[in-house]
């Protein structure tokens, strides 16, 4: 089922099995996918990464993840754009930038509990029927479903990865960072130039980001370069010097030290594996 609005809207809801995954490698400019597991052992490769997900787990995905399926045994999906409902545009609303889809580097999963996924069902089965309506008023009605799924899916997250200990001044930096990294990760390098950015020391974030149990900013900022050099070898034929020099190393001696630090393997030697 698929909404498409006078001004460029796009939303869709579709149930994917192994007839039709391949929806799931059709994501296009500044769309954002929801997708809900509903039954076990379904595989995907993701930015060259195998991934399991089981019934009942929930992913967030941008348009920058690289999608392949390889078993599909049942999946729920949502897929809208920017013109539908901007996640930073309602982000004061929501609460979701930095936390469900941006930071890409680290894949969300949301293991919602027997009543969230009540509330999840309940809320998605609303949806499928205001899809079916064509009235004036079909637009606001879906973007109001949505918005309910993200704020479902966002105190999921926030409880499983005890974001809701934290006060909200605090948790407001770390989504901050988050999306100031995606923003910036091609020309920023450092912690101390996101510090600068949020008008805090390095420590203060290193500190935030222990209390959470997580990686550290750094690892963060390194992991997301990662994920798009490894994107670019995988995806592209651009020279290994314009990928690194696109990602903001000043020569590809320094973004060959880099990667291979990272992942083990040269960025030649980690295309010619692909």
Not at 229 to 253: H, S
Request: aromatic share 10%; hydrophobic share 40%.
């Amino acid at each position: 089922m698929k909404y498409s609005g006078i001004s460029g809207e796009s939303f869709e809801v579709v149930n994917i099995t192994s007839e039709n995954c391949y929806v799931l490698k059709e994501s296009k400019k500044s769309e954002l996918t929801l997708l809900w597991f509903t039954e076990n052992a379904n595989e995907l490769i993701i930015d060259t990464q195998p991934m399991t997900f089981d019934k009942n787990t929930l992913i967030t995905l941008t348009e920058f993840h690289q999608v392949r399926p390889v078993k599909i045994t049942g999946l729920k999906m949502l897929r809208f754009n920017r013109p539908f409902y901007c996640i930073i545009d309602h982000d004061s609303e929501v609460g979701c930038r930095g936390v469900l889809f941006f930071g890409s580097s680290t894949l969300p999963r949301l293991q919602p509990s027997e009543k969230e996924i009540e509330l999840l069902e309940a809320v998605w089965k609303m949806l499928l029927l205001e899809m079916e309506s064509k009235d004036e008023l079909q637009l606001e009605m879906l973007q109001m479903m949505l918005k309910r799924i993200l704020i479902l899916c966002i105190r999921i997250y926030k409880q499983q990865h005890y974001i809701s200990e934290l006060d909200q001044s605090k948790a407001d930096i770390i989504r901050a960072f988050n999306y100031l990294v995606e923003t910036h990760f091609r020309e920023k390098h450092t912690v101390a130039e996101y510090a600068e950015l949020l008008f805090k020391s390095p420590k203060t974030l290193a500190n935030l980001f222990s209390k959470m149990g997580s990686k550290s900013p750094l690892q963060y900022i390194q992991e997301r370069i990662l994920l798009e050099a490894r994107r670019a070898l995988t995806y592209t034929d651009k020279p290994i010097a314009e990928i690194g020099e696109e990602l903001g190393f000043n020569d590809i001696q320094s973004f060959s030290r880099f990667f291979k630090k990272q992942q083990g393997l040269s960025p030649s030697d980690f295309r010619a594996a692909k």
